[in-house]
């Protein structure tokens, strides 16, 4: 089945540096890639997804890229503020392939911004 | 708040206890997901609903667990004889087929 890997598991960035984290999946017929943000002791929220036909896709200080060759996606958020500091997570999802469409997640990213 | 919503937030159980978590997921949403997520990991999926029938279970999900949408609005997620490996946050979503999928806050399993 779909597996989905995460890196780096953890992230200390300074504020107003940009930070990357770098997801890659098995599976090449995933063509849904989402990323959520956990804040502790909250709900995942969504930040931003995209798909297989989309190479890139951009939401102010955040944007994701997709390689669909190389089986890879990262998201990278600039100009870093310390209410950015949460886990991130990436997941992947076989989309119309698969009826579920459940979503396959990384084991997260812990992202820390030094004011 | 119109958003996906748990019921408990937190419950510590003995051993061997059986346990009922409910979700309410967005009220059009067709779509209800359970997903667990233990301590430094990403949430695995467990089941999943399309309005009332549930179509696919997890290998992760044993005899133990079992799961309803009766009127395929809320769900409900019971374990029964509770296991210290069961100890974990469990996860519900909701989204309409093939859109975004949007997380409650969990309930925090504790099994002592």
């Known amino acids: 089945g779909e597996n989905v890997e995460q890196h780096p598991s953890t992230l200390s960035v300074q504020e107003g540096d940009s930070a990357v984290i770098k997801c890659t999946y098995s599976?090449?017929?995933?063509?849904?890639f989402p990323w959520y943000k956990q804040e502790l002791g909250k709900r995942p929220q969504l930040i931003i997804d995209i798909r297989s036909n989309v190479g890139e896709k951009k939401d102010q200080r955040i944007a994701v890229t997709l390689n669909k060759t190389a089986k890879h996606f990262s998201l990278h958020i600039t100009e870093t503020q310390p209410e950015d500091s949460a886990v991130y997570f990436c997941a992947a999802s076989l989309g119309v392939m698969d009826s579920s469409y459940k979503l396959i997640f990384g084991s997260g990213t812990r992202l820390l911004v030094r004011p | 708040d119109t958003g996906v919503s748990q019921d408990p937030r937190h419950k510590i159980t003995k051993r061997g206890q059986n346990v009922t978590f409910r979700c309410d997921p967005i009220?059009?949403?067709?779509?209800l997901y359970w997903y667990r997520q233990t301590l430094g990991q990403g949430p695995e999926f467990l089941t999943y609903f399309q309005n009332e029938a549930q179509l696919e279970k997890s290998r992760l999900l044993s005899d133990r667990f079992s799961a309803e949408r009766p009127k395929g609005s809320f769900s409900t997620l019971e374990i029964q004889r509770t296991e210290q490996g069961d100890s974990a946050m469990y996860l519900c979503a909701s989204s309409l087929i093939a859109d975004t999928q949007y997380f409650g806050p969990g309930t925090r399993l504790t099994v002592l």
């Open positions: 599976d090449s017929a995933s063509n849904y």
């Open positions: 009220s059009e949403h067709n779509r």
